[in-house]
């Protein structure tokens, strides 16, 4: 059975205590590999490694340390099939997706974010004859970024790039279920030349080494990507060192359909919308909401189009579908079509674990729920949705805006006033109209309420991971 092991100061590391955790193969649902449950003692090493590596880091000139990440992101590359394979053993997405979708925009993080540091400048002001005033923005020092094992590798780097991009030396933990594409990670950042402690990964458990790392006088910011529940707690800890924190949370997000839309468009994205990565993205449209006059319209063609998606073994090419994530969580989102039936729902289509090993789960519609109920308040992160349908572009914004998540929000129509004007309503901070996940990675990425605070992307990201300085100089 395979260990895996922390990587610290350069290093592949046992866990100090010896402690490991099962990880598994969704597909298959068996343990396959052992990680680090690592503790404090295996912090302390990473602290002393990371203030050694910024020493050298934040002293090193952006085009060198531009190299080095471009360098990184040609070396995921060249490692895309292993990378690919092991993110779906992992994960239990589609290997089709995982090398299509996650290693790739990985390795585009790394290059953005080289390119981003380059050309990124801060602030003076000139009074003439009087005063100068210019704005230096520094490293931070040490950062903490801990991330969710949905898009394991695609979400690690959107953390890591920009914060080591701006000189900073990162304490990364990856999500316990899915360890595998950061382990890999830590040898290929030593070939692209970067100096020990840069990168610093432990793997283990949240409530341990996670909130071991937030707590950390040593980590001077917090970026986070996972729940809602588990962000208020990374909030809070963070909270009492005043410490910088990014939370990028959960989302409940609609999927708004005008009767003016272009409907065969409209019914193919939103099946994507709803299942990609078996629904376990956080940008996900769970809600769908129709004008009502092609209600009928679209769930006919919606329900036929979701029929059609193979649901099995994430190394056949033929599934759209993988497994979820862990048996835990499979459990969980059956328990909302449970209580989704239990709250007046009829199940349209799916809802149907498969009878075979690995936590493999139907495509699942349903529809005539009260939008006030907990299936429809309730983030369920799984390939399960909604349909309720709208009479007006009032109701539509008031059903849209109705929970506490303000993640993202897509818009079908072809009126371009309609777009905007509704668009502008929307308590979302993520918005797409006609489309669903294409992204510009300058734009600033994130959600409102209960989906998180601050934002990543571009140079919001360089910005929280700066320490922005004002000199004044008298003339
Ligand atoms: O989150 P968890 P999960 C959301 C998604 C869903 C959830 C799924 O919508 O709600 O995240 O990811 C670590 N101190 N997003 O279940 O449990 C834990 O070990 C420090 C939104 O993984 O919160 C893991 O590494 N760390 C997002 C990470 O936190 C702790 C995109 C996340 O775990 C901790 C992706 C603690 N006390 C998923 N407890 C977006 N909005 O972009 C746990 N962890």
Request: net charge negative.
């Amino acid at each position: 059975m395979e260990k895996i092991q922390n990587f610290i100061g350069g290093k592949y590391m046992d866990p100090v205590k010896g402690q490991y955790l099962d990880n598994y193969d969704p597909g298959r649902g068996k343990v396959y590999s052992q990680i680090p449950n690592s503790t404090q003692e295996d912090l302390d090493l990473a602290v002393q490694a990371a203030e050694d590596g910024f020493r050298v880091w934040s002293k090193m000139s952006i085009d060198k340390r531009s190299r080095i990440l471009l360098k990184l992101a040609d070396l995921i590359e060249d490692n895309i099939k292993e990378l690919a394979v092991a993110e779906s053993r992992d994960n239990g997405k589609p290997y089709t997706l995982a090398i299509s979708v996650d290693i790739p925009r990985a390795a585009t993080n790394f290059r953005f974010y080289a390119s981003s540091i380059v050309n990124f400048s801060s602030e003076s002001h000139i009074s003439e004859g009087f005063m100068v005033n210019y704005t230096r923005r520094a490293p931070i020092g040490i950062v903490g970024c801990i991330s969710p094992w949905n898009l394991p590798l695609y979400l690690f780097s959107w953390k890591i790039a920009p914060a080591l991009a701006m000189g900073n030396c990162v304490i990364a933990k990856p999500s316990e279920m899915t360890p595998m594409t950061a382990f890999m990670l830590g040898k290929l950042t030593k070939q692209a030349g970067m100096p020990p402690g840069v990168l610093n990964i432990l793997h283990g458990e949240g409530s341990g080494i996670g909130q071991a790392i937030v707590e950390s006088t040593s980590t001077k910011a917090i970026s986070f990507t996972g729940g809602t529940a588990t962000g208020k707690i990374v909030g809070a800890t963070a909270a009492q060192q005043f410490k910088k924190v990014s939370l990028e949370l959960g989302g409940k997000n609609p999927n708004l359909v005008f009767a003016d839309c272009d409907l065969d468009e409209a019914v193919k994205m939103s099946v994507k919308s709803s299942f990609t990565n078996q629904g376990e993205i956080c940008l996900c449209g769970s809600r769908i909401l129709i004008e009502s006059s092609i209600y009928d319209a679209f769930k006919k063609k919606f329900v036929e189009e979701a029929s059609k998606l193979n649901v099995g073994d994430p190394f056949d090419e033929k599934s759209d579908l993988g497994a979820l994530v862990s048996e835990a969580h499979l459990e969980k989102v059956q328990s909302y079509i449970s209580l989704a039936q239990e709250e007046g729902g009829t199940v349209l289509l799916g809802g149907n674990r498969l009878p075979k090993d690995g936590f493999y789960l139907e495509p699942t519609i349903i529809e005539g729920l009260d939008q006030n109920c907990r299936t429809n308040q309730e983030e369920i992160f799984g390939p399960v949705v909604t349909l309720d349908k709208f009479s007006s572009e009032e109701e539509a914004i008031n059903q849209a805006n109705a929970t506490r998540y303000g993640l993202s929000c897509t818009i079908w129509t072809n009126n371009l006033k309609k777009a905007h004007n509704v668009a502008h309503q929307i308590h979302s901070g993520i918005i797409w109209v006609n489309c669903w996940l294409l992204r510009d990675l300058r734009t600033p990425f994130g959600g409102m309420k209960d989906s998180g605070i601050g934002r990543e992307g571009g140079n919001e990201a360089l910005q929280f991971f700066s320490e922005p300085q004002n000199i004044c100089i008298k003339l």
